[in-house]
């Protein structure tokens, strides 16, 4: 049995590493990262296969001392020469005893340290721009895994087996690290399954997975270290090796949770569950359930149905379909996965691909978009000028001329759909870029001959014709299988610097309509006015006129009948007359009357106090309220 | 151990698949691939379909894409023109594989051949560039009314690359080449703007002072019109103040029966009338009817 342990030890450190060797080599053949990241976890279990085998053999070696000792001593009853001290007596279990307690802690945070240094620079390593690669040979890689995994698992399933059979703890880690070991290969397999199905980060997103479980393996065995510092030891007991790790033997034999699910369901319905026939027909089904699936698997690859709107390109291996025609929307049978295979494209979707800028897809859309307002990732174009050509011919003196160029913003989509799907897939690389260069070196071209204001304004709808055209030729000319559907000159304008100086022109506009009208304003204000004046003047006139004649008039018949009174009483009517408009006259004026008969003084008269008196009697019109 | 059939069945079968695939292998009807033996070319496949080989490390396939590969320049180069103006360009290049057995070993260095060729290939169209643009003026990539030579500068450009590609037997030919973009420099760019700029700047003023100025023509015209109507109004209204002194000399006759009367009267008519606003009068105590002070109840009135 000694044998048997100390071998089974021996085939699971050379599977290990034969494995992990064919692993590394496999995933740089196929170029797989998971692949690559498994190969590192083969190299652990390597590590703690060798360690476990070591053990082992240590163990052995103190079992066979205990036996040579035990013979001695029925043979040579009461010496003296094997009543020496237990270090002297015991070389192997001192031995072992040692490596217990030294080799294997230090040997533990050796493997910590890697399980944590790999998983943290794997993970760097894989988040590099740089890393991910196409897959080469995936299907010989998938195949490889599969095998490695079925290898791993059978010698695996083999040593647990045996280690719970015959209770062999030091054969458990290295087993769980092999079973361990074929999931994971099972899961790079699947992982390139993934990628040729339509996944082409599959295999990246395994390796981030494999990476992080790394890191978890890392921190259980960090976790482990600290509990042994304050484990209580108890001397004679078996004890579970220190570099084992539960979690590895918890994903590498799930069936321990099957089984322990059982016994709970056991307990719950107070009978045996575990021991129905359909329970053990389930668990013995288990085995040919899985390869039906797969097979169920591969059949499935033999039905293809293609969706409304997409077309679908079958090869045989890697060969077009006889019929040299695309499948078509509905059901289609072909031969199974890996010999044919289907790619789909979306023929009748209206594509598009963004010529200039692009516009950026904010969520505070805004409701208005303005010239003045950057609202995309601005691209100029050269754009000819027709203006300013025609100004610097004018003005040429002969020294350098100024280029007619001016600056504009385009962005422009460019609606297409696939008409040709053999064309489209077969001829170029990547026919949706090749287009929008063929569309870019059109606007390119149009623009640079085409006048910046004519196709700001009138020629906007024409420019979007002729570029529909002359894409659709360039397009046609290298063989694309595309239909221009439409060219959108959507968002055409100067650039963002320039804009707010094309708006001051209509500003300007609008402000020198403004001026004519006030000063049309002003004109009718000035006409009416001066017509009024006019009228005014003509009346007042007139009205001096009927007054000059009529007091003429009157005045003529008042004399005439004065006369005869003057002729009466000449003075008298004279002084009345005299008297009565005196008293007329004077009556509103201010008057001084100086009764002095000293006429040598000098009278002085403060006319100051009668001016501000005047001026109080000014009428000043009351402040108009707002 | 208990050897289960149904595990036997399956790995015998992996193996066989597995061996199967080390010695096949498959071609796209978009790729072409070389075979090398102990690391050496030796067999081109351009055809699709299903290939024998010898299993790795003896025989190694290596795949290529050889439909047109699409490549643009990421970046602008700038070049001088024939009539020294700095122009920013870029092209796109469409290439693919013609002879892999020739391309393999000059690009396989990388990871990638198809980015090695490239990388080759950048360089090729740059010069050629260079060599092309200082060739023609400005006007030939920028002219109005679609006169510009497009065409004639992609082919002569095209033309030494495809030149370039052949000699050094690249194993590659190349399609087609299109300028994908024109620029210029930063500094000349800002300069634009400023000509834009002052180019809307001169349409700013014009408006400006062509509004100005048509609102003083305006002003200016009414204001004459207002100045021709009060004139024409004024000269009708002394006119009309002639006849009415005409009229009222009619009646000046009447005065003439005693002229010493209608003197003092129109005299005193003048002194009411100038008295009407606000006056200071000084009147000494012989002014009548201040001279009734004094006490002269009889005293004579003066009429001065």
New interface residues.
């Given amino acids: 049995m000694e044998r048997n342990t100390h071998k089974n030890g021996l085939v699971n450190l050379l599977i290990a590493l034969g494995a992990g060797v064919a692993a590394f080599a496999a995933a740089r053949y196929s170029h797989s990262l998971a692949g690559l990241v498994a190969s590192v976890y083969l190299g652990l279990g390597a590590l703690v296969a060798a360690v476990s085998w070591f053990q082992t053999r240590l163990e052995d070696r103190e079992r066979l001392e205990r036996l040579e000792l035990d013979e001695l001593t029925r043979s040579r009853t009461g010496s003296t020469l094997f009543e020496a001290k237990d270090a002297e007596a015991f070389p192997a279990r001192r031995a072992r005893e040692q490596f217990e307690r030294f080799f294997v802690p230090i040997f533990t945070v050796l493997l910590c340290l890697i399980q944590a240094g790999g998983a943290y620079f794997l993970w760097r390593w894989l988040a590099k721009p740089g890393t991910a690669a196409t897959l080469q040979e995936p299907m010989a890689g998938m195949f490889l895994f599969f095998l490695f995994a079925l290898v791993l698992f059978m010698v695996g399933r083999f040593g647990a087996t045996f280690a719970r059979l015959r209770n062999q703890r030091l054969l458990r880690p290295s087993s769980s690290y092999l079973l361990l070991n074929a999931l994971l290969c099972a899961v790079v397999a699947v992982g390139i399954i993934l990628v040729q199905s339509g996944f082409p980060r599959a295999d990246l997103y395994v390796a981030f997975v494999l990476c992080g479980l790394l890191g978890l393996v890392a921190l259980e065995t960090l976790v482990a270290l600290v509990l042994e510092i304050y484990r209580p030891r108890v001397k004679g007991k078996i004890e579970r090796p220190l570099y084992e790790s539960r979690l590895v033997g918890l994903l590498g034999q799930p069936e321990g949770l099957i089984t322990t699910a059982a016994q709970a369901i056991d307990y719950q319905f107070g009978f045996k569950v575990s021991e129905t026939w359909f329970y053990k027909f389930f668990i013995q089904a288990v085995l040919w359930l899985a390869p039906l699936q797969l097979a169920v698997l591969v059949l499935s690859t033999c039905v293809v149905i293609i969706e409304p709107g997409e077309q679908g390109l079958l090869e045989r291996f890697g060969k077009p379909a006889a019929t040299g025609q695309p499948l078509n929307a509905g059901l289609h049978f072909k031969a199974p996965w890996p010999v044919d295979q289907v790619y789909r494209f979306r023929t009748e979707q209206i594509q598009s691909v963004q010529v200039g800028s692009v516009p950026e897809h904010d969520d505070h859309r805004e409701t208005v978009v303005l010239w003045t307002v950057s609202h995309s990732r601005e691209e100029n174009f050269l754009v000819a000028n027709r203006d300013s050509a025609a100004l610097e011919q004018a003005g040429e003196t002969g020294g350098k001329r100024t280029p007619p160029v001016s600056l504009l913003t385009v962005s422009i989509p460019v609606q297409f759909q696939i008409t040709n799907l053999m064309d489209w897939a077969y001829r170029n690389e990547d026919a949706p870029a090749l287009l929008q260069d063929l569309a870019t070196r059109e606007v390119v071209r149009y623009l640079a001959g085409v006048d910046m204001n004519h196709i700001m304004a009138g020629g906007r709808a024409d420019a979007s014709a002729e570029l529909q055209k002359l894409i659709q030729r360039s397009a046609n000319e290298r063989a694309l299988g595309a239909r221009i559907i439409s060219v959108g000159l959507q968002d055409l304008h100067p650039p963002v610097k320039v804009a707010p100086d094309y708006e001051k022109v209509i500003s300007a506009l609008h402000s020198k309509q403004a001026k004519i009208l006030a000063a049309q304003a002003d004109q009718i204000r000035t006409n009416s006015m001066s017509a009024a004046a006019a009228a005014a003047v003509l009346d007042q006139a007139r009205a001096q006129r009927v007054a000059t004649e009529v007091r003429a008039v009157s005045q003529a018949g008042l004399f005439t009948n004065q006369i005869p009174a003057y002729q009466a009483a000449p003075e008298v009517y004279r002084q009345r007359q005299y008297l009565e408009t005196f008293a007329r006259a004077t009556g509103g004026a201010r008057k001084y009357v100086l009764l002095t008969t000293n006429t040598h003084d000098v009278i002085t008269f403060d006319l100051q106090e009668s001016i501000a008196r005047d001026m109080l009697n000014l009428n000043i019109a009351p402040a108009k309220t707002p | ?1 208990k050897k ?1 059939p ?2 036997l069945a ?2 015998i079968l ?2 066989l ?2 061996g199967l ?2 010695f096949v ?7 072409v691939a070389v075979v090398t033996t102990f690391g050496k070319a030796t067999r081109p496949i351009t055809d ?3 290939h024998w080989k010898w299993p ?1 490390p003896i025989q190694k ?1 290596y ?1 290529f ?1 050889q ?4 490549f ?1 320049e990421d970046k602008l180069t700038e070049g001088l023109t024939q ?3 700095n122009l920013l360009t870029s092209v ?1 290049v ?1 290439w693919k594989i013609t002879d892999p057995t020739a391309f393999f070993p000059r690009f396989a260095g990388g ?1 990638d051949p198809i980015v090695e060729a490239e990388r080759v290939l950048e360089r090729t169209v740059a010069n050629a560039k260079a060599a092309v643009v200082g060739q023609h003026p ?1 006007s030939d ?8 030579q ?1 065409a004639a500068i992609e082919e002569e450009i095209l033309g030494i690359v495809r030149r370039d590609v052949q000699a050094n037997d690249y194993g590659l030919e190349i399609e ?1 080449l ?7 420099p930063e500094n000349v ?1 800002q300069s ?2 400023e ?3 002052s ?3 001169v ?6 002072f ?3 100025a ?6 200016s ?3 004459r ?3 021709e ?2 004139a ?3 000269g ?6 002639g ?3 005409a ?6 006759a ?2 003439q ?2 002229p010493e ?2 003197n ?2 129109f005299r ?2 003048a ?2 009338g ?3 606003d ?8 012989h ?4 001279d009734l ?1 004094r006490g002269g109840f009889g005293a004579k ?1 003066s ?1 001065r």
């Fill in positions: 151990m289960n149904l595990t399956v790995g992996l193996i698949i597995v695939l080390l292998f498959q071609v796209r009807q978009s790729e699709a379909g299903p790795w396939v795949k894409d439909r047109v590969q699409n643009t009539d020294s103006f796109y469409g990871d400005l990539f920028l002219s109005p009314g679609q006169h510009n497009f087609f299109g300028i994908k973009k024109l620029g210029l760019t634009v703007f000509r834009m700029t180019e809307r700047q349409l700013i003023s014009k408006s400006q062509e509004g100005e048509e609102a003083q023509k305006i002003r015209e009414a204001d019109k207002a100045a109507t009060l024409n109004a004024e009708q209204a002394t006119q009309i103040r006849k009415a002194e009229e009222a000399a009619k009646y000046l009447v005065f029966q005693n009367l209608a003092f009267i005193l008519n002194l009411e100038s008295l009407k606000r006056s200071i009068l000084i009147f000494d105590q002014t009548p009817p201040f002070f009135p009429t």
